[in-house]
């Protein structure tokens, strides 16, 4: 685990905006997730951020149909 006495150490949580052909659409091909999730976390370094993440562009931009995709028992409300 990474650890600094010099500065707090910056991660984030949740979805990162993405282009509308990937955001959305979990079926885009492989290729261009790979290539957009490399972008996020180009970006991410760039701002500094250390504990990077692929901004929830594998889960093609909505954690609702991701969830629904993985585990049961949900229902709409």
Known sequence: MRR???RILVTH???LPAPLD???NAAAPES???AVV???VRQQRAAGVDFVNEGEVTKGGTWVEFINARLGGFEPA
């Open 4 to 6: 600094s006495e010099q």
């Open 13 to 15: 949580v949740g979805a």
């Open 22 to 24: 990937v955001w959305g």
């Open 32 to 34: 261009t997730q790979h």
């Open 38 to 40: 490399a972008d996020v």
